[in-house]
């Protein structure tokens, strides 16, 4: 059974915040779990979120919950299991909506980095509103 991949060792990066607004914007608030909170891209094409597992995981769903009207289109998911170069895993395509969108991996790579590629956004200055992110799936000793 998928449960959630991420732990109190995943470390996280982000391209950017709203006006490098951390306190209010910052990448902590993608897994609050708070309805009130969310991570606030700057405006640019390709933002990203990576994500680096303490141990490797094999991934299995996605969970992503946008603010309408700032949604990726296209999101490219990459990673790697030992430390090397960044490989694209698979494309998906969210809806512009504010609703939980869960997207089934069936690739089921075996990662310890995932990076989470926005390659455009429904806003027309790129920016990316996500109130909730998780990653589901199996830790792999």
């Not at 590629?117 to 990316?128: L, P």
Request: aromatic share 10%; glycine share 8%; charged share 25%.
């Amino acid at each position: 059974m998928a449960t959630s991949a991420l732990c109190g060792g995943t470390m996280s990066r982000v391209s950017s915040v709203l006006n490098r607004d951390v306190k209010q914007f910052g990448k902590k608030f993608l897994f609050d779990r708070n309805e009130e909170t969310c991570w606030n891209s700057d405006q640019g094409s390709c933002q990203w979120v990576l994500l680096e597992f303490p141990q490797p995981v094999k991934v299995t769903e996605l969970h992503i919950q946008f603010q309408g009207g700032f949604a990726g289109r296209l999101c490219r998911l990459e990673g790697n299991e030992n430390g090397g170069d960044l490989a694209k895993i698979t494309e998906i395509y969210p809806e512009d909506t504010n609703r939980l969108q869960c997207f089934t991996i069936t690739e089921e790579p075996r990662v310890a980095k995932l990076k989470l590629v926005f390659e455009n956004s429904s806003d027309f200055f790129g920016r990316i509103v996500i109130y909730h992110l998780d990653v589901l799936g199996e830790k792999l000793l």
